[in-house]
């Protein structure tokens, strides 16, 4: 007599097996599409989740399809609507819209569940057995799977790689310094996506010279024509704490861990802070990370698993929640504000110590007036009409200015104060493109520098952000690093 027994045969049929491929390749490409901001960790669950609904599916689905090809060709449809729900919706709504009368009164929200229906009786009506279609759908996602696979190792593997990485930051000019040496706190701030004083003037059309002339009577010093040498912010960040370009096939994330001027700070006994967006930015050296981490409260605010549901049948909970002022505006509005909440009490822990603060904002969602007041849930990234960016720029440029004047009077001894863009303003470089600037506009940064004792006449307009350690090193540590040209030659 034969006994049922459970059997891995049963689940990855040869038959079936291309809807559990099905079920992570959304993922896998997505993450293949934005994977230099995506750490490899967070796409693990939504993988076992999708393969979990899948095999929950399967065996749901064993009561009505007892054919297993009709089965997983089921599974595949109702699939294909959960990750691709959205997108389906459009195109029809288009189609329907082209068709005109009487058909324009037909909603896409009753339409492809009244198709799904459909094909699923169909499909359990039909007499067919449909073993080829299952051996075809293997090798299709077969193929599918191994072209974002492979994209991914030779990222991994090839392009971005983490041992020349480690090996470009055994390399240094640095030398071993005196203990009489002056050890003043220093201070970096890297406003993403700040925007020059030019471009504030040319692309938005204000004159934000109070700013200006409010940082230089605090004493500090504007290089109005800074370039920075890349439009996005790991590599920027690299560049600037590794003071040389990135070379080619390095991991950038190595470099700002590991980086070159904190490892110089440590070993001359300062303590390091630093205030990281996510991983990006934290230190390998740092003591403490200021991390103030929204996703705890809300699996939307990883941008990753937001455009993963944005893209699916769950698509209204998302924009549900991204119009709820209290839960979207508010979060992303204490992720700013918990810096500036935190500095004072920073500026007052025992040194010499450098902070390092990656301040995102101006960056998007736009969640700030010029006064600080609530922007409404549907214009935080809207790019369509400047003045949601310029509003929230000159709120920081407010609290940014009023940080450097409380860092400079709470500090026992006069710090060493950098604060400078990572890029330009990049404008909406995401689909739909409401306003696109040009890659020169993007390298437009905002630079300054409070440098206590030293000669602002030796300072360049065009300052790179290549340079800005190597004088801080070689005027308060003795070191004798060559100054390089905006272009890192």
Request: hydrophobic share 45%.
């Amino acid at each position: 007599m034969k006994t049922s027994r459970f059997t891995w045969r049963e689940i990855f049929g040869h038959h079936s097996f291309y809807i559990y491929l099905f079920s992570i390749y959304p993922i896998l490409f997505l993450y293949r599409q934005n994977i230099k901001e995506v750490a490899f960790g967070e796409i693990l669950a939504p993988m076992i989740v999708a393969i979990a609904f899948t095999t929950a599916l399967w065996f749901c689905f064993g009561f009505i399809y007892k054919n297993k090809g009709k089965r997983a060709l089921a599974i595949l449809a109702i699939l294909v609507l959960m990750f691709y729900y959205k997108l389906i919706s459009e195109m029809l709504a288009g189609a329907i819209s082209r068709l005109g009368k009487p058909w324009t009164g037909l909603p896409p929200a009753v339409l492809v569940p009244v198709f799904l229906f459909f094909f699923l009786f169909w499909l359990r009506k039909s007499k067919r057995v449909f073993l080829h279609s299952g051996k075809i759908l293997n090798a299709i996602m077969l193929l599918l799977l191994a072209w974002n696979i492979g994209g991914m190792l030779i990222y991994h593997v090839g392009n971005v790689d983490v041992k020349n990485a480690r090996s470009y930051l055994k390399k240094t000019e640095l030398q071993k310094i005196s203990p009489a040496s002056s050890k003043p706190d220093i201070y970096c701030f890297i406003l993403d996506e700040f925007a020059s004083l030019e471009t504030i003037r040319d692309v938005f059309h204000y004159d934000h010279s109070r700013f200006a002339e409010r940082m230089q009577n605090a004493g500090f010093f504007i290089a109005r024509q800074s370039r920075g040498l890349y439009i996005w912010t790991p590599e920027a960040i690299a560049a600037l704490l590794n003071m040389e370009k990135v070379p080619e096939k390095a991991d950038s994330s190595v470099l700002i861990k590991q980086n070159k001027v904190a490892r110089f700070f440590r070993e001359q006994g300062y303590r390091i802070f630093d205030f990281p967006y996510k991983g990006l930015t934290a230190m390998a050296d740092s003591e403490k990370h200021f991390v103030y981490a929204p996703e705890s409260a809300s699996i939307f605010f990883n941008d990753f698993y937001k455009t993963l549901i944005d893209m699916s049948v769950f698509h209204a909970w998302a924009e549900k929640w991204q119009n709820d002022e209290d839960k979207y505006s508010r979060f992303f509005r204490e992720r700013i504000l918990y810096v500036f909440e935190q500095m004072p009490a920073v500026v007052k822990m025992a040194g010499p110590k450098f902070v390092l603060v990656h301040l995102f904002s101006p960056h998007a969602p736009f969640v700030f007036d010029r006064h600080g007041g609530m922007v409404a849930p549907e214009h935080g990234t809207d790019f369509s009409d400047r003045k949601y960016y310029l509003e929230q720029y000159l709120y920081i440029s407010r609290r940014v200015a009023e940080t450097m004047e409380m860092i400079l009077k709470e500090s026992a001894a006069p710090p060493v104060i950098v604060a400078l863009s990572d890029h330009g303003y990049r404008g909406s470089f995401r689909k739909p493109l409401l306003h696109v600037v040009s890659t020169a506009e993007k390298k437009k940064i905002f630079m300054s520098l409070y440098l206590p004792g030293y000669d602002y006449g030796n300072l360049d307009d065009k300052l790179s952000p290549l340079n800005v350690f190597r004088i801080i090193l070689n005027h308060y540590f003795g070191q004798k690093l060559p100054e390089v040209s905006p272009t890192g030659k």
